[in-house]
């Protein structure tokens, strides 16, 4: 299978604004920001989605929210508050097919994600 975009921003094959590393995930700020700050956090192991989860990958998905977390601490929004995302399939509107969790901060967020009225 070819690398994914971001499966090249982890081989520095393509650039990207990085903002942190370790042996397990890499993360960087989006190219299309969705909110004043747009991270978002990977693996560098490359699971396609989340349905592509192993049993062997919780402590790996686990370390994820934990990088968003020291993150949030250190770039001075915890207390404000933020949102971590990670998009599945079509209709989770995931685009890029490596998995990876959105931190957005910096501004109070909309919600919800679906506008249309549901039935109760
Ligand atoms: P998703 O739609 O959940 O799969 O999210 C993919 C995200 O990757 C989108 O928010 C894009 O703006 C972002 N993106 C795509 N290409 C790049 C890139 N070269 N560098 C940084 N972010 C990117």
Known sequence: ???TLFTKIIN???PADIVYEDDLSLAFRDIQPQAPVHL???PKKPIVTINDMQEEDK???GH???VARQLAGEMGFAEDGYRVVMNCNEHGGQSVYHVHLHLLAGKP???P???EKLKV
């Open 1 to 3: 299978m070819s690398d």
């Open 12 to 14: 520095r094959e393509i």
């Open 40 to 42: 978002l956090i990977i």
């Open 59 to 61: 402590v790996l998905f």
């Open 64 to 66: 994820l929210f934990y």
């Open 109 to 111: 967020l909309g919600w």
């Open 113 to 115: 994600p679906y506008t």
